[in-house]
């Protein structure tokens, strides 16, 4: 069975770091691209950047550009997402889905999100 | 590129039949995705390049348009299709999202 599997649900302070991961099975993790995308509470859906484990290359959105770091180890079947400096703002579920390579491939699996609470 | 979604919240009795609507500000050809997305899951694929079903979607369920006007159709609206959809283009970076129709059974 495809799957993405989500690390757990954390609390973390502002100003703490913090690195979720995303493992993939039964499939070839490398050959498709790996999304993250965060959902705030009670909001839509934003995307936050993308990874190629195989070559790792990395893209991310505007306004996630160095607020966060994407990461893969393809050995592992995993891709990160990680904080720095964790601000309150960031609290939201953040779901990994995979892409296929190619123009204009939707997110056809993903993973169940994984819970991130910021607060004092 | 900006997705607009309507209407934001539809509440129709099962049978009925349902259309939402995405909008994009450029030309995005067939590059769009559906999901659907239940309260406490991840998101679902629906519909991928405007129109393709994805594996295991209900005959009920289909996508048209391109360009700039995108329309979800679900016919024989079941209780097990309410939550929200969104809509989601994959022609420019960033990848963008609409901001979601919510799908109440009545």
């Known amino acids: 069975e495809e799957q993405l599997v989500q690390s757990g649900a954390e609390v973390k302070k502002p100003g703490e770091s913090l690195k979720i991961s995303c493992q993939g099975s039964g499939y070839l993790f490398g050959t498709y691209w790996i999304g993250w995308v965060r959902q705030r509470p009670g909001e839509g859906l934003e995307w936050v950047g993308s990874?190629?484990?195989?070559?790792?290359?990395?893209r991310y959105s505007p306004s996630f550009e160095g607020q966060v770091i994407i990461s893969s180890d393809k050995s592992l079947s995993s891709a990160y997402l990680q904080w720095n400096s964790l601000k309150t703002s960031d609290t939201g579920i953040y779901y990994c889905?995979?892409?296929?390579?190619?123009?204009?491939?939707?997110?056809?699996?993903w993973g169940q999100g994984t819970l991130g609470t910021v607060s004092s | 590129t900006v997705l607009t979604q309507s209407p934001a919240t539809l509440s129709v009795s099962p049978g009925e039949g349902v259309t939402l609507s995405c909008r994009a500000s450029?030309?995005?050809?067939?590059?769009l995705a559906w999901y659907q997305q239940k309260p406490g899951q991840a998101p679902r694929l629906v519909i991928s390049r405007g129109s393709t079903r994805a594996n295991d979607v209900p005959a009920r369920f289909s996508g048209s348009g391109s360009g700039t006007e995108f329309t979800l159709t679900i016919t024989s609206l079941q209780s097990e299709d309410a939550g929200v959809y969104y809509c989601?283009?994959?022609?420019?970076?960033?990848?963008?999202f609409g901001q979601g129709t919510k799908v109440e059974i009545k």
């Open positions: 990874i190629y484990p195989t070559d790792l290359e990395t």
């Open positions: 989601q283009q994959f022609n420019r970076w960033p990848w963008t």
């Open positions: 889905g995979r892409r296929r390579v190619g123009y204009g491939a939707p997110v056809d699996l």
């Open positions: 450029q030309n995005i050809y067939t590059y």
